[in-house]
């Protein structure tokens, strides 16, 4: 034993001077060498040639990596296939027969039989605002108030809650209650309440005089002189500056609002226009385990605390890339979660076609106004700069022919780097021939909200006339010059896969809505799990994330919708109805 240690103390000398070899040849005739002088020490020939059992434990090793966790048997997913969708490491391993992904299980793989289902990828509400969505279901919900009288009896009903600290916030009223209503006459109907009304596109609101004496400082300048009516950009300056809700009692409400989510069959939600305080509770819900929904978040690049943070983020960046290191979107905190990412940056460039402050190209059928583009071309470029050296996505919200046609300037007049991201269109409900030409070919996702048409029946062909209304809420049309996904901008409109996806398929024509542009079934179900990042949908394949839904038929456009049966993010099961057999081990292979 000491012989074999006095032989071994040179060799690792030998092996720290040599450890920046001139050559491969020098590398390679001083191993020889050191393997003649010391042939008789085991322990060093052991390291430079391993024995013939440490090379098959290495090999059993690496093929229980690449074994599946989870096997789908007798899988019924697409138009008519079957087969099994082997599942390892959040990734789709192999999906054929039986032998062909045979060579995928191992000892401690789960075979589960699901021939009583239909499988799909897990499907994207590629629009929703989470924030919202969590207070709605604590706040007061306006959507069915008819008038002021309906109104103060709701007020009245939750002046003693304050679920919100020192305010509280009233979504869901109809443009015509928006109109009637001012600062003095919510101090009318209940007086010294303080509250926000909101109107049901989010882009108006009204403040009481009691909410108004809570901007102090800095802060007042937000409100001074409005008599409490704000729209667009000033109504998402005051709110920022109001102060946020308490973490304590808006968790419960995002969980309720997450668990809702997956039940209908969503795996991911793309939040828009997030602040750093939801992200952060969102991070904590991830991070004690209680969150199974994958949140991809788009920050509010209109706030300068989220500028800052982006432009600190791409500074430790660059120190990064100087090593050629890849690196991916992570969270604000923490190593960078499983399910909460941050993947980009939400702009506004215009308002509502409720409201009137959409953009368009000349003045509304019904007033003499045109809306008005919130940021200019270089503002946008800027920004799209910002998102690209971070690694981000820029999302646009452009709802107007005027606003759209400005995402089409802009993108064709920069030069981007080299595998940047695709920008995102939000909405892009009105767009003009000679601007859906201009989109051709550009590096784009249109995030449409199909149910949108449908909500905006009553005032749409007056805001628009009859010409823009031909142009208006477009699908099959923009399906032919981007990457198009669906998402519901909840809680402004219902988030329901299958409405959506039947409302594209044929409601748009049966509805009243642009029969032109109703999209064949398979290509509207498309647009329910679509990969923005990538620009392209997703689908069961080798080498796709193991996002899956397994439902309870194949959906019908005229049936029953479907309910989920399984659902399966990144590979872990998190949602199982108590219906489906419980799955199987493989049984242990005896090593060789």
Same mark, same amino acid.
């Given at each position: 034993?000491?012989?074999?240690?006095?032989?071994?103390?040179?060799?690792?000398?030998?092996?720290?001077?040599?450890?920046?070899?001139?050559? %491969?040849?020098? /590398?390679?005739?001083? &191993?020889? =060498?050191?393997? @003649?002088? !010391?042939? $008789?020490?085991? *322990?060093?020939?052991?390291?430079?040639?391993?024995?013939?059992?440490?090379?098959?434990?290495?090999?059993?090793?690496?093929?229980?990596?690449?074994?599946?966790?989870?096997?789908?048997?007798?899988?019924?997913?697409?138009?008519?296939?079957?087969?099994?969708?082997?599942?390892?490491? %959040?990734?789709? /391993?192999?999906?054929? &027969?039986? =032998?062909?992904? @045979?060579? !995928?299980? $191992?000892?401690? *793989?789960?075979?589960?039989?699901?021939?009583?289902?239909?499988?799909?990828?897990?499907?994207?509400?590629?629009?929703?605002?989470?924030?919202?969505?969590?207070?709605?279901?604590?706040?007061?919900?306006?959507?069915?108030?008819?008038?002021?009288?309906?109104?103060?009896?709701?007020?009245?009903?939750?002046?003693?809650?304050?679920?919100?600290?020192?305010?509280?916030?009233?979504? $869901?009223?109809?443009?015509?209650?928006?109109?009637?209503?001012?600062?003095?006459?919510?101090?009318?109907?209940?007086?010294?309440?303080?509250?926000?009304?909101?109107?049901?596109?989010?882009?108006?609101?009204?403040?009481?005089?009691?909410?108004?004496?809570?901007?102090?400082?800095?802060?007042?300048?937000?409100?001074?002189?409005?008599?409490?009516?704000?729209?667009?950009?000033?109504?998402?300056?005051?709110?920022?500056?109001?102060?946020?809700?308490?973490?304590?009692?808006?968790?419960?409400?995002?969980?309720?609002?997450?668990?809702?989510?997956?039940?209908?069959?969503?795996?991911?939600?793309?939040?828009?226009?997030?602040?750093?305080?939801?992200?952060?509770?969102?991070?904590?819900?991830?991070?004690?385990?209680?969150?199974?929904?994958?949140?991809?978040?788009?920050?509010?690049?209109?706030?300068?605390?989220?500028?800052?943070?982006?432009?600190?983020?791409?500074?430790?960046?660059?120190?990064?890339?100087?090593?050629?290191?890849?690196?991916?979107?992570?969270?604000?905190?923490?190593?960078?979660?499983?399910?909460?990412?941050?993947?980009?940056?939400?702009?506004?460039?215009?308002?509502?076609?409720?409201?009137?402050?959409?953009?368009?190209?000349?003045?509304?059928?019904?007033?003499?106004?045109?809306?008005?583009?919130?940021?200019?071309?270089?503002?946008?470029?800027?920004?799209?700069?910002?998102?690209?050296?971070?690694?981000?996505?820029?999302?646009?919200?452009?709802?107007?022919?005027?606003?759209?046609?400005?995402?089409?300037?802009?993108?064709?007049?920069?030069?981007?780097?080299?595998?940047?991201?695709?920008?995102?269109?939000?909405?892009?409900?009105?767009?003009?021939?000679?601007?859906?030409?201009?989109?051709?070919?550009?590096?784009?996702?249109?995030?449409?909200?199909?149910?949108?048409?449908?909500?905006?029946?009553?005032?749409?062909?007056?805001?628009?006339?009859?010409?823009?209304?031909?142009?208006?809420?477009?699908?099959?049309?923009?399906?032919?010059?981007?990457?198009?996904?669906?998402?519901?901008?909840?809680?402004?409109?219902?988030?329901?896969?299958?409405?959506?996806?039947?409302?594209?398929?044929?409601?748009?024509?049966?509805?009243?809505?642009?029969?032109?542009?109703?999209?064949?079934?398979?290509?509207?179900?498309?647009?329910?799990?679509?990969?923005?990042?990538?620009?392209?949908?997703?689908?069961?394949?080798?080498?796709?994330?193991?996002?899956?839904?397994?439902?309870?038929?194949?959906?019908?456009?005229?049936?029953?919708?479907?309910?989920?049966?399984?659902?399966?993010?990144?590979?872990?099961?998190?949602?199982?109805?108590?219906?489906?057999?419980?799955?199987?081990?493989?049984?242990?292979?005896?090593?060789?």
């Amino acid at each position: 034993m000491s012989s074999c240690l006095q032989q071994q103390r040179p060799g690792r000398r030998v092996a720290a001077r040599v450890g920046r070899p001139r050559s %491969g040849f020098r /590398l390679a005739g001083i &191993s020889v =060498a050191l393997l @003649a002088t !010391l042939g $008789g020490c085991k *322990t060093v020939r052991d390291f430079l040639i391993p024995p013939a059992s440490v090379q098959h434990a290495r090999l059993r090793s690496s093929n229980e990596r690449d074994r599946a966790a989870l096997i789908l048997r007798n899988a019924n997913f697409g138009d008519g296939q079957k087969g099994m969708v082997a599942i390892g490491r %959040g990734t789709i /391993l192999g999906v054929g &027969s039986e =032998a062909e992904v @045979a060579h !995928l299980i $191992g000892p401690g *793989t789960k075979l589960r039989d699901v021939r009583s289902g239909w499988l799909s990828p897990g499907f994207v509400d590629s629009h929703v605002h989470l924030d919202g969505m969590a207070m709605i279901r604590d706040g007061i919900d306006l959507r069915a108030i008819k008038d002021r009288t309906e109104l103060k009896k709701r007020l009245a009903e939750a002046a003693e809650r304050r679920a919100f600290g020192s305010w509280l916030w009233a979504f $869901g009223a109809s443009k015509s209650l928006i109109d009637s209503l001012s600062a003095d006459r919510l101090d009318e109907l209940v007086p010294g309440l303080p509250v926000w009304v909101s109107a049901a596109d989010g882009h108006e609101a009204v403040l009481s005089r009691e909410l108004l004496g809570l901007f102090r400082g800095s802060a007042k300048g937000a409100v001074v002189g409005t008599e409490g009516r704000l729209s667009g950009t000033q109504a998402r300056a005051a709110w920022r500056l109001l102060e946020a809700p308490s973490r304590a009692r808006i968790k419960p409400l995002l969980l309720r609002a997450m668990r809702e989510i997956g039940a209908l069959g969503y795996t991911t939600v793309h939040s828009l226009g997030v602040s750093m305080d939801l992200l952060k509770m969102l991070i904590d819900l991830e991070n004690t385990g209680r969150l199974h929904t994958r949140c991809l978040l788009y920050l509010d690049a209109d706030s300068q605390r989220v500028r800052k943070w982006v432009q600190a983020y791409t500074a430790r960046l660059r120190n990064r890339t100087k090593r050629r290191d890849r690196f991916e979107p992570i969270q604000l905190l923490g190593d960078g979660g499983r399910l909460v990412k941050v993947v980009g940056l939400k702009l506004w460039l215009d308002g509502s076609l409720r409201a009137r402050t959409a953009a368009l190209t000349s003045n509304y059928a019904d007033a003499p106004i045109k809306g008005a583009l919130h940021h200019d071309d270089d503002d946008i470029a800027s920004t799209l700069a910002l998102a690209d050296a971070a690694g981000l996505q820029l999302a646009l919200h452009a709802i107007g022919d005027a606003a759209v046609a400005q995402v089409a300037r802009v993108l064709r007049a920069t030069k981007r780097p080299a595998g940047a991201l695709p920008v995102r269109i939000e909405h892009a409900q009105i767009v003009s021939p000679s601007t859906l030409a201009a989109l051709r070919g550009l590096p784009l996702v249109c995030a449409i909200q199909p149910l949108h048409e449908r909500d905006d029946k009553s005032f749409a062909r007056a805001r628009l006339g009859d010409q823009r209304m031909s142009w208006a809420y477009r699908a099959a049309s923009l399906a032919e010059v981007c990457t198009v996904t669906s998402g519901s901008d909840a809680p402004v409109s219902v988030s329901d896969p299958w409405q959506m996806w039947r409302y594209l398929a044929g409601g748009k024509r049966t509805d009243g809505g642009s029969s032109s542009e109703v999209m064949t079934a398979q290509a509207a179900f498309e647009t329910l799990a679509v990969d923005t990042l990538a620009g392209r949908p997703l689908t069961v394949r080798v080498g796709a994330p193991a996002d899956l839904i397994l439902w309870s038929a194949k959906p019908t456009l005229d049936g029953p919708a479907p309910k989920p049966l399984l659902t399966i993010i990144d590979g872990e099961t998190v949602q199982i109805d108590g219906s489906l057999p419980p799955p199987r081990v493989a049984p242990s292979v005896p090593r060789q």
